[in-house]
């Protein structure tokens, strides 16, 4: 007798012509997610299977409880399908101190002649007879759930909820805009949810930002990075504009051009790496630069698609998925960023296109871009907690 992990797949069991991309797309993030541990897998049409020694199945059931497109997740014990053996496991796994119990079985293999609910009243009046539990089939204390299946017969008690969504990198990827703040790794980890695999770029400005800020945001990286298992960070080194900035244009417009430039950036960027989409953590109001006449004047460097995820969230739901996820802590620690360090007294609420491209025009920023771009930094194959001891 064996235990198995048995995983059922979530949303996209609806896109029926996708199938088979998708939870070929899910098992290879599975391998990913599990490098370095030792277990089997394999699959069907509506399940996966991975067998593993006892010692690794909390860790690995913990860790794919972070991979989307899983609908839920049972630890089985795996039988062979043989009335003995089914009864003996299930009065095995009851749990004693409880009061009452429901046992439903699927009959998948239906070669198996006892129809599931004659096969319910079996294995329910060996318990009844074994133990002091009774039947309660409508708010039962727990479930025995018996699938009968081909290849055997799994029997478990406890079903984990999955994450959700959809597998990681099924709609390709996008970059993300991730500052050492609690809205963008949000922002990160929404867009992972729906199958945008994430490069991610972050803006330094040494020696105005501290090798902790920059450390910050590796650490927050390496969060989300649970959920995908192949996130590169891309650090630009950003002091040389930002300083151009500063000299050259008016204070109230520093931010809205810095953020300008940005988007250049990060437009470049998509297209040298083939990334589909810009993800960033801006939210309508939340502060000068976000407000739509800001957002619109901001965006109008580029093309490129952008989506923010949080857009329409208020800061206390985005803190409350920062806390769900395990950001939030980390990105309350105190060092500056490069959009605080400028920081005008009376950034513009509502700026002029054509007086933010005349500013913006003082200095030659093509030349300065290009720099940024060729003197990037790639962060790759880094470890959850890598970071840690240097914040
Ligand atoms: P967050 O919004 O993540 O809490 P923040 O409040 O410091 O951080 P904002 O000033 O609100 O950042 O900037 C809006 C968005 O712009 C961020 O969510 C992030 O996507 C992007 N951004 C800001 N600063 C940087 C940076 N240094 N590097 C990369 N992206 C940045
Ligand atoms: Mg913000």
Redesign the pocket.
């Known amino acids: 007798m064996e235990k198995l992990i048995m995983i059922k797949y979530g949303e996209l069991t609806t896109k029926k012509a996708n199938r088979k991309i998708f939870i070929n797309m899910l098992e290879n993030n599975i391998k990913k997610i599990l490098k370095n541990i030792d277990y089997q897998i394999s699959k069907d049409r509506v399940r996966m299977y991975i067998t593993c020694d006892n010692k690794n199945l909390n860790i690995i059931v913990s860790k794919l409880q972070k991979i989307f497109g899983i609908h839920s997740i049972v630890v089985a014990h795996k039988v062979n399908t043989n009335i003995d053996e089914i009864k003996t496991k299930c009065l095995e796994i009851c749990n004693k101190e409880s009061k009452t119990f429901k046992v439903n079985t699927k009959r998948a293999d239906k070669s198996f002649e006892i129809h599931s609910m004659d096969f319910n009243n079996i294995i329910g009046g060996y318990i009844l007879k074994n133990t002091n539990l009774k039947v309660d089939v409508h708010n039962p204390d727990f479930m025995i759930n018996i699938e009968i299946r081909k290849e055997g017969t799994f029997i478990y008690t406890n079903e984990l909820k999955g994450i959700g969504g959809y597998p990681v990198g099924i709609q390709g990827k996008g970059l993300?805009?991730?500052?050492?703040?609690?809205?963008?790794?949000?922002?990160g980890y929404l867009s992972l949810k729906r199958g945008v695999d994430l490069e991610?770029?972050?803006?330094?400005?040494p020696p105005h930002?501290s090798v902790e800020a920059k450390n910050k945001?590796l650490k927050l990286a390496s969060i989300i990075n649970e959920y995908s298992g192949n996130i590169k960070v891309n650090i630009?080194p950003?002091t040389e504009i930002q300083e151009a900035i500063y000299k050259n244009c008016p204070d109230s417009y520093i931010?809205t051009i810095m953020?300008r430039m940005?988007y250049r950036i990060a437009e470049k960027i998509c297209l040298k790496n083939k990334l589909k989409v810009i993800?960033?953590?801006?939210?309508i109001g939340?502060?000068a630069?976000?407000t739509l006449t800001s957002i619109g004047v901001i965006n109008s460097v580029t093309n490129m698609p952008i989506i923010r995820p949080?857009a329409c969230m208020d800061k206390l739901e985005?803190i409350e998925i920062a806390n769900k996820i395990g950001t939030y802590e980390t990105?309350i620690l105190p060092y500056e960023?490069?959009?605080?360090i400028f920081l005008p007294k009376h950034p513009v609420i509502n700026p002029d296109l054509d007086k933010a491209i005349r500013y913006e025009n003082s200095f030659d920023y093509e030349i300065l871009i290009d720099k940024c771009i060729d003197n990037i930094e790639v962060i790759s194959n880094y470890e959850t907690n890598e970071f840690d001891s240097y914040l």
């Open positions: 993300l805009m991730l500052s050492g703040g609690i809205d963008s790794p949000v922002a991610c770029l972050y803006f330094e400005s930002t945001v630009v950003f931010i953020r940005m993800i960033n953590g801006e939210s939340q502060v630069s976000q949080v985005i990105s960023d490069c959009c605080t």
